[in-house]
């Protein structure tokens, strides 16, 4: 059964961190990416980062502008797991943050959700001011 758990969620003030974590489990974490979303209340889901655990050391990783440079995504195959650093947290990065699975590499469509396969439940990250 493909499970993807996000957990690392939490209440944070402005100007924080937290690690969100998205393990992996029943299908070879190596041949997929791994990208994260989040959807605040009231808006779309976004797609904020990707990588590819197979190809990371080829640069295969993607953030979007609205969380770059603050944000910095890894990937543990050991643990099939990947991490979501989160620096300088603001109140406007207040969502729900889920991960999700695509076959192979990232790629220019890393952020349409339309393109992943295999989807975690969500985390809870609330930054206050």
């Known amino acids: 059964e493909v499970q993807l758990q996000a957990s690392g969620g939490g209440l944070v003030q402005s100007g924080g961190s937290l690690r969100l974590s998205c393990a992996a489990s029943?299908?070879?974490?190596?041949?997929?990416?791994i990208g994260w979303f989040r959807q605040a209340p009231g808006k779309k889901r976004e797609g904020i980062s990707c990588?590819?655990?197979?190809?990371?050391?080829?640069?295969?990783?993607y953030y979007a502008n609205s969380v770059k440079d603050r944000f910095t995504i890894s990937s543990d195959s050991r643990k099939k797991t990947v991490y979501l650093q989160m620096d300088n947290l603001k109140p406007e990065d207040t969502a729900v943050y889920f991960c999700?699975?695509?076959?192979?590499?990232?790629?220019?469509?890393?952020?349409?959700?339309?393109?992943?396969?295999?989807w975690g439940q969500g985390t809870l990250v609330t930054v206050s001011s």
């Open positions: 029943g299908f070879n974490f190596n041949d997929y990416a």
């Open positions: 999700a699975a695509k076959i192979f590499k990232c790629g220019a469509y890393y952020s349409d959700e339309d393109a992943y396969d295999y």
């Open positions: 990588v590819s655990s197979s190809y990371s050391n080829d640069g295969n990783l």
